[in-house]
């Protein structure tokens, strides 16, 4: 048997189960577009009973199967512990909010199983991601989906040339109730099987439960923005700012009965910083700064230039404007103040549907943080803020 032309990454859901659907039927009408199925072990079971990685096999299984496509199996989980992992932890014990899936596209789906994939012969892999690609003057571009409440170009900012120039996104555009009646009228073991939410190996456990494992909890106190003892947490690194679930603050002598939300956290004492009211004027900032960021194109459009972005999953675009450092960072200002802006998140810029590529979030203006960063320079005036711009420290 020849070599695949083309692989899908089955992830054993609705949506890399439509996406060989589409590449089989090609495949019919042009027998040059061979298509094949690859299942990618990212997690190791940590006997939780928790992981899903067995059910989601043998529905890919059946897929490729209903679909009479060949399936091949690769166990990346030594690679996602080491490049994804890994990180994710020295980031929560940091004090700051990581966005796994973003590594995961680049260390493990668009890395290691393009490299099977090439291994076995194939020359593209293909996704069920909601993004589209298109070839422009020579150059690869990323694009959102049609399906604006699906885009998930967020998630793949951090791919280039050589992997968009090798990759297809078969639902980019479709929506996703085509997506289900396809998988329906196929007779797909997963049209009606519920999408995963959340981080893929922590699954539908407690979040806090599966973090203690590798962080221990150290309880700390709970105080207002201006020192106010109101409680007791279980752990800064739980908690990220605007979060609201999960703080069990009742009734406060002296406060009015209105919802606690996360504004600040200061990792060097265990304290978590809460106020009242969504719209906190502690959550809201106006500039940010970033790592060293990545260009889809390989490199920024200019030193200075005026786009829109995202500092979180599924936000509305927001006007900015963007500076890049001698370093390579970023500085950011908005035109409107952004609310609960989170170092460790990802900053991803735009042009209309492009997606020019992004940055993890080292840095915000926001009140608290700021007089954070204040404090500590004064303490130690020798000290730096880690893989942030040199003018964090001016602000």
């Known amino acids: 048997m020849s070599a695949p032309r083309i692989i899908v990454g089955m992830s054993g859901g609705v949506d890399s189960s439509v996406a060989a659907l589409i590449l089989r039927d090609q495949a019919m009408a042009d027998p040059s577009r061979s298509v094949a199925g690859l299942f990618m072990t990212n997690w190791a079971d940590d006997g939780s009973g928790d992981c899903r990685a067995e059910d989601d096999r ?4 059946a897929v490729c199967g209903r679909l009479g496509l060949p399936i ?3 166990d990346f989980s030594g690679e996602y512990w080491a490049g994804v992992f890994e990180h994710f932890l020295a980031e929560y014990a940091a004090g700051r909010t990581p966005n796994p899936d973003v590594l995961c596209n680049r260390e493990i789906k668009f890395k290691h199983f393009l ?18 690609v298109r070839e422009r003057d020579g150059e690869w571009q990323l694009l959102r989906a049609v399906d604006r409440s699906k885009d998930q170009s967020y998630f793949l900012h951090q791919l280039g040339q050589r992997q968009l120039s090798a990759t297809l996104f078969p639902l980019g555009e479709l929506i996703k109730t085509d997506v289900r009646r396809m998988a329906a009228e196929a007779g797909l073991p997963t049209a ?6 959340g981080i893929c190996f922590i699954g539908e456990r407690d979040f806090r439960e599966f973090l203690s494992q590798y962080l221990p909890a150290k309880t700390g106190p709970m105080v207002t923005p201006d020192g106010r003892r109101i409680g007791e947490h ?4 739980y908690f990220t700012l605007g979060q609201r679930e999960g703080l069990h603050i009742g009734g406060v002598k002296g406060f009015a009965a209105a919802p606690w939300f996360v504004v600040g956290k ?3 004492d265990n304290t978590l910083i809460v106020d009242q009211g969504t719209d906190s004027p502690y959550l809201f900032s106006t500039r940010l700064w970033t790592e060293a960021a990545h260009w889809i194109a390989g490199t ?6 005026a786009c829109t972005a995202q500092t979180r999953y599924r936000q509305q675009d927001e006007a900015c404007e963007v500076v890049v450092e001698t370093d390579g960072t970023l500085s950011v200002s908005f035109e409107r103040p952004q609310r609960a802006v989170t170092p460790g998140q990802s900053l991803v810029l735009y042009r209309d549907e492009v997606c020019l590529g992004g940055a993890v979030i080292a840095a915000t203006d926001a009140p608290l943080e700021a007089a954070e960063r204040a404090a500590t320079l004064a303490a130690d005036s020798s000290e730096s803020i880690p893989s942030a711009s040199p003018e964090i420290a001016r602000t």
């Open 58 to 61: 043998r529905d890919a299984v």
């Open 72 to 74: 091949h199996f690769r």
């Open 115 to 132: 490299d099977a994939a090439h291994a076995l012969g194939a020359e593209f892999i293909a996704t069920g991601h909601y993004a589209r």
């Open 192 to 197: 009606a099987k519920k999408d995963s939410t």
């Open 234 to 237: 279980p752990g800064v690194f």
């Open 266 to 268: 200061r990792v060097r």
């Open 300 to 305: 920024a459009p200019a030193t200075r230039f």
